[in-house]
């Protein structure tokens, strides 16, 4: 069974940072692309980044370009959003997922398998 559990999430200051992981279990992560996504309360869901399966082609959302990096380790099953330089507007819950194949798509509905997300708070 696929399983991903978010965390590292918490409420943090304007400019501090906050690093989330997304541990996964259930089956072969490396088989997967993995992507970050958000969704803040009244808002659509938002791409935030996404990362091929072997490490390749990692790309972001314009709110997290210059500010947020994605990062896997395959031998651990985790992938990991740094964040930093956080903003009010970062606020929102933060959802890993993954999907069977190697490249990293940006649209939510092509991921098949969502954690149950993790709250970032950034205050001003």
């Known amino acids: 069974q696929v399983q991903l559990v978010e965390s590292g999430g918490g409420l943090v200051q304007a400019g501090d940072s906050l690093r989330l992981s997304c541990a996964a279990s259930?089956?072969?992560?490396?088989?997967?692309?993995a992507g970050w996504f958000r969704q803040a309360p009244g808002k659509e869901r938002e791409f935030v980044a996404a990362i091929g399966r072997s490490g390749y082609g990692p790309n972001y959302g314009d709110p997290a370009k210059g500010r947020f990096t994605i990062s896997r380790d395959n031998a651990k099953n985790t992938v990991s959003l740094q964040m930093n330089s956080l903003r009010p507007e970062d606020t929102a819950v933060y959802y890993c997922?993954?999907?069977?194949?190697?490249?990293?798509?940006?649209?939510?509905?092509?991921?098949?398998?969502w954690g149950q997300g993790t709250q970032v708070t950034v205050s001003s």
């Open positions: 997922a993954v999907t069977n194949g190697a490249l990293p798509p940006r649209s939510s509905s092509s991921y098949t398998s």
């Open positions: 259930g089956w072969i992560f490396s088989n997967y692309a």
